[in-house]
Structures are given as C-alpha cells and as structure tokens.
C-alpha cells in the first residue's frame, strides 16, 4: 500500500489541482481532495495544504481558513507527529494557526513577486528535505505578494539552535525580505513544514525545473520508513 | 447621469419619459424611441424604456459595427462555436478543444483603474466557463499615454494609470488562480486620456462539455447564482457606447466592484454543474454587460423563447431597488442557468457548498414576451426579439480621414530619420517604454498557477501544455495602432501577420483570432473609415492565415473631448503546438549557432512609416505605409514552421519595434536566471552575436513585417538552407553570422554598425520601464 496524501481544499484555494498532480500524477501516490469542512483524516499518511487566496486572503492571509472545521484536524495530525507540508497560502495558513512560528508579511516591495527562485537546502537532514545535498541550489517558483517571514531575534536564534530553517533564499536572491533569507521552515519536532516556494510547480523539466521532485521523494521515503 | 439618485418611489411616468425625454441620458436616440414605441404599440414605461436604451446600446447590440462584423471569415474545417456565444470553440483534436475571446474594459479602467482592470479579468473569465470551459491562461493588452514629462498631459497620471491597471489585473488574476501568461503593453500621447484594457482569457473544454446559453423548454426555471446585485454599474454598457468629455470623472457609479474570491467559487460551482450535473442544465449564460436584462434576454432570444421573471426574488444586496435598477446592475460574480423543471434543489444543493446562492427567479415560457413582475405587478412586457434580433442596425456614412493625405506626404526615408551614431540610436530604443522589457509589469502576475505554463511572459508567444496530450497552445495578442492610423486596410493587415508570426515563431500553427475593435465614435465618417478599412485589412490576412475570427468585441467612443484613440483592433491569436518538442523561443542557446534572418523576397525593405524609429528621431509618424505580400508572409512562416518542425531551429523571433538590430538584441538577451524559461543556458548573461548585414544603417531598425531572426545549431545549417528553400522558395534565408561568447553584440553593416556589450545594451532595456514609472 502506498501512502495516501490529502491535499486541503480551502474556500479560494487555487494550487490545489496542482499539488495533487505533483503527488499523484507526478509522483504516483494515492492521494486525494479534502475539503475545509472535513471532520476526519483518519487514514492518511501526510497533509498537503496548498496554495491560493484561502476565503480571498481577505482580512490577512490565512487569518480565517485557520478556523476551518478541517484545521483541527490537521492541528490533532501534527500532533501525533504525522507529517504536514504548507505552501504559500498553505504556510502562512500554518503560521496562523500556530503550528509553525512566525508570520508572512507584505513582501518589502509592496509588490506581488513571480519568478523562478534560486532556493538554498539549508537543512537536509528532515524527512522533507533528506534527499537533497547539502547546501544544494534550487530553482523553485515562487507567486506571493505576502512572502516576508518574520520571527522575533529569540524566536530566530531558537529556529537557528534546533534547526529548523529548511530552506533559504540564495544571497542576493531574497524576492521578498524575509528575516536572515529564510524561505521555508519546519517546527520544532520537524514533522511540519512550511515554505514560499512551490515545490509542486517544480516536478517537470518542460515547465522549467524538476527541483521540487526530491522533496516530494524525501517526504514519500520517510512514509515508508 | 446620476443613476444613484434615480427615486425609488417616484418613477417618471411613461408620458413623462416621452415628454422629458430622459432617455437621451441614457444615450438613446429620438428615432430609437419612436422606433420602440412601435415594436410596444404604446409608450414604453420608465422600466421598459430603460432596457430599451441599454439592449440597443452599441455596447450590447453593435448597431453600429455589425454590418462590419458580418464581413469577417467565421468559419473553418476546426471551428465549433463562432461567433454569437460566450465565446468562440477550436477544436484542437484529442477530443478536447479550445475556447477563447478578449473583451475590452476601456472606459471603466480610465475612471477607477484597478477596478475597471480587475472586473475587465473577471468579466472575460465567465465568458469562458460559461462555455463550459476551465480558463487556463489570461493576456493583457494594454495602451497608455506617454511616460515622460515631454510627451504626456498628465505624465503623474498616465503612471498611477499603469500602477493601478496591472494592480488590478494582479490582484483579480492571481487571487482566482488563473496564469497571466502574456499579452502587450505600448504607450503613445492618444491614449493618455482613454486608456485601452483588453483582456484575452483561453480556456480548455473536453468538446463532450459545450454549453450554450440558451433558455430553452417553456417550464424550465431560470435560476441567479453568485453575488448578489446591487446599484454598482448601472447603465455601464451605456457609459461604454459614449464617449468621454470633462466631468466623467463623476462617472464612477457606473463601475462595477470584483471580488475575485467570489469568481473562483463561481467558476467551481458552475463547472461541477456543468461536469457532473449536465443532464439537469439547459444553459448557461454569464451576467455581464446590461447585467440581467441582456442575458436573460439573450438566453430567450437564442433558443426562440419567452421568460417571465419574478424580480422580488432578485437577490438584493441594497434595500429598495426598483425593477430599473435590478435589471441594469452590473454587479459582478453573476451568472444565470437554465435548469429543467423539478432540479432546482439539487442546483441549490451544489452551489451551497461553494458558499454561493442560487435562487430561481423566473421560468421560460412560450409566449416569446419578456416579461417582469415586481411586487404584484408586471412592469415590462416586451417582445423578446424587439429587445435582441430586432435592435437597431446602421449602415453609417464613412469618408476618408483628412489626416491621411497630411501623413501620406511625410518624408518617412531612411534620411528622414538622420541617424548618425547607430549603437546610440540602438540603445535609445531599447529604453523606449514600447520597446522595453515589460518584467516590471509582468513580475507581478502569477503566470505558472495550474502549472501548464511552458514560456512565460517576454518571449513572441506565451505557451501552456495541454495535459495528458503531446500537444501544446501558442497564445499572443498584439496590434500596431500606428499602422492603422497611417493606413488602416494596411495596418489591419499587419495587425494579423504579426500575430501569426508570434505564433509560428513559437513553433505553433495559427488557429483562429478574436479581438477588440477599440476606436472612436461611429457617428464620425472618419472613423466608420477606419473602422470598415481596418475590418477589410483583418479579413483578408485572417483568410491567408486560415485563421478565423471566432469571437471579439467592439469599443466605440474612444475618445476624450473629440479626440480619438488611434485606431486599435487588438488581435488575440491562438496556436497549436502539435508536439510540446516543437517549442521555440526567441532566446539564443549556444555560442555557435549560426543565425539567419529569414524574410520574404524581397528581404528588409526600408519601412519606416510609423516605425519606433521614426517616432523616436522625428519625434512624430508619418508617411505611406508599404503594403504587405500576405502571402510572402504565409511562405515565410511556412519555412520557418517547417524547420522548427524538423528540429533545425535554435531561437526564432519576430521582427518588429525596433527592427532586426532589436531583435537581435533580444534573442542575445534570453532569460535571466529569475525567468525560468528551462531551456536557459547558463551563459545566456554573456552571450553576443558577431552578425553581418549587407544593409545601410538605418536598415537596422527597419519593421519589415515578416522577418525573423532564427539560430540554428552550427551542425544543422545545411538542413536549415535545404528545408526553407524546399519548403518555400519565397522566402530568403540570409546567413548573417554566428551566437558569440564575448558578451558583445557586435553588428557589422555597409555603415558603422553598432557595437555594445550584451549587458549594457540588457541593463538599459530591463531597468527602462521601472525607471520611468518609479
């Protein structure tokens, strides 16, 4: 049996086709759509929440989709130390519900940002990242105009001290001003993941990058551990 | 107007509409009255008289523009809709089929640009999932005044206008999840106070899903889903059929607010119906301009029907709206289904899960009446024709324009131009904002969402796969407002050719065209001129191309206190690509591959009327713009197909603003790192060309419609030469040199040439456009 994946449907959400092509046409897994009102992902093996303007981002980004019915389920899956992965919306939705620190705000530009990012594996030694080398360069897409994470200095250097910054912006390359570059991050027990960059828009070499297929396969590979 | 201060309670009488004649307000004539006085039999109530004025606004019935429009070729062995739908249908084998159109949003985005932009998106993606189609790709097609102090009224302005049009396509376009993958942005001193905003979306149906919006079968309910409707718009397609003169700044009632949240909820919901639910829906129609009236009374009149409406159950987001104001709204995120009889619930049940309304407000009946009831009493009742098919239709008078026998007498020589320092010349028109890379806009739209999208924004077409086929979809719009000033049939002509050369240089077939007739009032003989002779250049290249029109739209009344836009027909043209290995972009690969410039017969001709060169040493255009060999051009594009095909071809641009010298500049350019085209090179930052033109100067920068800049791998020249000449022996394949590695475009002529390092001449051309609006 191969692992089944959900991939969250929020009201607005508009990677989510993408997503579950990734994991499942691209990627092969069994996985499926599960809407904002679920009550249940009993059965599952990973939590996929995908990008988009949830409930049209209205209010502050992922500020109501926290309150979703499905959320406390993803909250109660992340606590039983099962993995959950956020993109874009997906990661400032976590940030919002607590499941990740930090927030995204407005990227200093004040301007929406799309372009293929070079994207730095700054820990590869999570269950998303293991196949990855370290300190390899990516070219990951990114499509935000709130990217700009920010923690407090403790907050940061605690990020630093269990290592938990996964990824990172390459220097020179910070499309949005985040803090010390930081493009993805997971929490402290480094089953939750959240990151600006789609790795799902980055499966297929004709659409410009295949550099997103060794976190799908590093997220697959810890499943099967 | 003052549409928000019309009483609620106090309606004018039917004598009094008569006797004060408030219908010309509403821009409808006096022979247009008496003329529906005599489709009624009687006085027209206030209600009555008002869908009168707004179903035969130019706007909604092209009273105007229909003669023209009948001359256009509509069909062809591929097309399955025309048009007269949402939008028009290309079959693109593999049971799946294309389905695209452009709409313009002009007047609503010179009064509150981000708006205006925004429900320009949101307006034109109904009209594709209406259909029955998922949008896939939206392009802009945008026209500004100038950006600098000394060619602009209002330079401040012009650049809040640009700020806040692409604000307001980002903002709707990213939010629904649609890629914004391509479109065109020039700037000249006649758009400074009518700015152009069309907008082209692509969608892609299974040819099993078609829909029609037709109310059909007496019985059936017709039910309003999405937003609810409110006073925003109302007579907004009459606001669009006039023309603006001081004081429309007040116009903002008119505008219509998006939210774009709401769309994407639309756009799932009516999908699912249409996917999964295709036995219960009759039809469905998109709420656009003239609101309720116009599709409803659209849906009847296509399936021969009548329809009597219960406005009290119109969901209402303001108190008190009388049955004027129900009927005219355009508020935004609307759509109208026909459903069978006993299926409204199970419609109610779908889009209740998508957070939206659905409610049945009305039945088809047999009678062909449009008929409203509102609070007990019937307050329109019209026969359903009068209000569509029987509009009213002119033949308008037409003379030629007078500013053509002054423009044909400009000296447009290559002396005229008194270029003496070519590489300075070279680089002034990279920084032209026309010529200019366009990142700076095209950075802040999502272009990769629903990941299909193969070429971004900045190459001659924007391409997206067609999933689970070998098959892609070329996509581009484009339109050279100054040809058709200088000479329309001409510059109709060209309008298309530089359409199907972006497409073919991007390695797809030319399928089918729509496209926004953007020019001036109708009622000036001058500009029914350009209208009809613009029309007649389109017709006869579509039908070289074998590309037919399949949709579009007209805006009229492009003018600002009598001065009108240059005439602007926005062509937006689609492709196939029969094998995604086909794709070709603009960019150089390899230092090496030799580069040709292929062009027909007669090779670069000295054409400079109305070229960016001309514009940026005289400072004005003019001159007699040369005719163009269509099929020349057809024979060219063939060769260049043919070889791509083969697998010769490295790079493949069009000539056009700016001429061979910048295109060759932005094929050596390619993309940087951050554009992600994925066959990037990694030495694209350095690469140059070491190119020879057997050409005086000012050659360099000549448009001559039909040429391209094509690299071909050093081991495969010989195939190249053979297959052009095999292919078409009109066209010219003239070897002009090699892709360097010394980052030096380094252009050699029978004058001095021009001679700059890749990156300074890229630096100037990237940073222009941000400079200039910062």
Redesign the interface.
């Known amino acids: 049996m191969s692992p089944r994946f959900a991939v969250i449907v929020f009201p607005g959400s508009n990677c989510d086709k993408d997503l579950l092509w990734g994991i499942k046409n691209i990627a092969g897994m069994n996985a499926e759509f599960v809407r904002h009102d679920a009550t249940d992902l009993s059965g599952f093996d990973a939590v996929l929440i995908p990008g988009g303007f949830s409930y049209g981002d209205y209010l502050r980004c992922g500020a109501i989709a926290r309150f979703s019915p499905v959320m406390n389920e993803v909250r109660r899956f992340a606590d039983e130390g099962k993995p959950v992965f956020g993109t874009c919306n997906g990661f400032q939705i976590l940030c919002e519900a607590g499941l990740l620190p930090g927030a995204l705000l407005r990227n200093t530009s004040l301007r929406f940002v799309c372009e293929t990012a070079q994207i730095e594996v700054a820990n590869n030694a999570t269950r998303f990242t293991s196949k990855y080398d370290p300190d390899q360069l990516l070219r990951l897409p990114v499509a935000h105009a709130e990217g700009r994470y920010t923690v407090t200095a403790e907050e940061l250097e605690q990020l630093k001290a269990n290592n938990q910054i996964a990824f990172r912006y390459a220097k020179g390359h910070n499309p949005n001003g985040s803090v010390d570059d930081i493009a993805g991050v997971t929490n402290k027990a480094g089953n939750v993941l959240g990151m600006m960059p789609h790795p799902e828009r980055a499966v297929e070499t004709l659409l410009g990058s295949d550099d997103g297929l060794p976190f799908f396969a590093s997220l697959i590979d810890s499943l099967a551990a | 107007m003052s549409e928000t201060a019309v009483k609620t309670t106090a309606e004018p009488t039917a004598e009094e509409v008569r006797d004060t004649k408030i219908y010309l307000g509403w821009s409808m004539t006096d022979a247009e009255y008496e003329r529906a006085v005599g489709m009624l039999g009687r006085l027209p109530n206030y209600t009555e008289a008002g869908l009168f004025a707004v179903m035969w606004s130019e706007h909604c019935c092209y009273k105007s523009s229909t003669p023209i429009l009948k001359s256009f070729p509509t069909t062809g062995p591929r097309v399955l809709q025309g048009p007269g739908e949402g939008a028009g249908i290309v079959d693109i084998g593999n049971g799946k089929a294309v389905v695209f159109k452009a709409e313009s949003h002009n007047h609503p985005s010179a009064v509150e640009p981000f708006e205006g932009a925004a429900t320009g998106v949101g307006g034109i993606l109904r009209d594709i999932f209406s259909m029955g189609a998922r949008p896939v790709a939206v392009l802009d097609s945008l026209r500004f005044g100038e950006l600098t102090a000394a060619h602009a009224k209002d330079v401040d302005r012009n650049k809040f206008l640009v700020d806040q049009v692409v604000a307001g396509i980002?903002s709707y376009g990213?939010?629904?999840?649609v890629p914004t993958v391509g479109g065109e942005t020039e700037f000249d001193s006649c758009y400074e106070g009518n700015p152009l905003v069309n907008v082209m979306c692509v969608g892609l149906i299974d040819v099993k899903d078609i829909q029609k919006g037709r109310a059909a079968g007496a019985g059936n309910s017709i039910m309003y889903v999405g937003a609810t409707t409110g006073r925003d718009g109302i007579h907004g397609a009459t606001f669009a059929s006039e023309e603006f003169g001081e004081g429309n700044e007040t116009q903002r009632s008119a505008v219509q607010v998006g939210?774009?949240?709401?769309e994407?909820?639309l756009v799932e919901a009516c999908l699912d119906v249409i996917h999964n639910h295709n036995d219960i829906l009759v039809g469905i129609q998109d709420m656009g301009a003239a609101g309720l009236v116009s599709s409803s009374a659209e849906m009847a009149s296509k399936a021969g029907t009548g329809l009597y409406l219960k406005l009290d159950d119109v969901p209402q987001r303001e108190t008190n709206m009388t049955p004027y104001e129900m009927m005219l709204s355009e508020s935004q995120e609307r759509m109208l289904l026909c459903v069978r009889a006993g299926h409204e619930d199970e419609i109610k049940k779908i889009f209740t899960a998508?957070?939206l309304d659905a409610v049945t407000i009305g039945r088809v009946t047999d009678d062909g009446q449009y008929t409203l009831e509102h609070k007990g009493a019937v307050v329109a009742d019209i026969p359903v024709r009068a209000l569509t098919d029987d509009a009213p239709e002119y033949h308008l008078p037409d003379s030629e324009p007078a500013r053509l026998k002054g423009l044909r007498a400009v000296d447009a020589s290559a002396a005229s131009l008194k270029i003496t320092n070519p590489s300075e010349t070279f680089l002034d028109l990279l920084a032209s904002p026309t010529v200019a890379s366009k990142e700076h806009i095209?950075?802040?739209?999502?272009?990769?969402?629903?990941?299909?999208?193969?070429i971004r924004p900045g190459s001659d077409a924007a391409v997206i796969?067609v999933r689970d086929t070998d098959t892609a979809l070329a996509m581009t719009t484009d339109c050279n407002g100054r040809y058709i000033y200088l000479d329309p049939e001409i510059g109709g002509k060209i309008a298309v050719a530089e359409a199907a050369s972006n497409i073919v240089a991007s390695g797809a077939t030319p399928l089918a065209i729509t496209d926004c007739l953007n020019y001036g009032s109708p009622e000036n003989p001058e500009v029914m001129y350009d209208l009809k002779r613009s029309a007649a250049g389109i017709s006869a290249a579509c039908r070289t191309f074998e590309t037919p029109v399949i949709s579009g739209n007209v805006s009229l009344y492009n003018e600002t206190s009598h001065e009108a836009v240059y005439p602007t027909p926005m062509i937006g043209m689609v492709g196939l690509l029969e094998h995604?290995d086909h794709i070709t972009t603009q960019a150089f690969k390899n230092p090496g591959d030799a580069i040709y410039l292929l062009t027909g017969p007669q090779g670069i001709r000295p054409d400079f009327a109305g070229s960016e060169v001309q514009k940026l040493t005289t400072g004005s255009i003019g001159g007699v713009l040369a005719d163009v060999d269509l099929d020349a051009i057809a024979a060219t594009q063939r060769a260049l197909l043919t070889a791509i095909r083969a697998g010769f071809v490295a790079s493949a641009h069009d000539v056009s603003e700016g001429g061979v010298a910048v295109a060759l500049a932005e094929s050596a350019f390619g993309f940087d790192?951050?554009?992600?085209?994925?066959r990037e090179n990694p030495q694209a930052e350095v690469l140059g060309v070491d190119v020879t033109l057997d050409l005086d100067d000012p050659l360099l920068f000549a448009e001559t419609v039909g040429s391209f800049v094509v690299s071909v791998p050093a081991g495969k020249v010989e195939q190249f030469e053979a297959s052009v000449a095999a292919t078409s022996p009109e066209a010219a394949a003239t070897l002009l040199g090699h892709v360097s590695d010394d980052g030096m475009l380094n252009i050699l002529t029978n004058g001095d040439g021009i001679r700059v390092a890749t990156m300074s001449a890229k630096k100037v051309w990237k940073e222009s456009l941000a400079c200039l609006l910062n």
């Open positions: 980002s990213n939010c629904i999840g939210d774009p949240f709401m994407k909820q998508y957070g095209w950075h802040t739209y999502d272009s990769q969402v629903l990941t299909n999208t193969v796969r995604t790192s951050a554009s992600g085209d994925g």
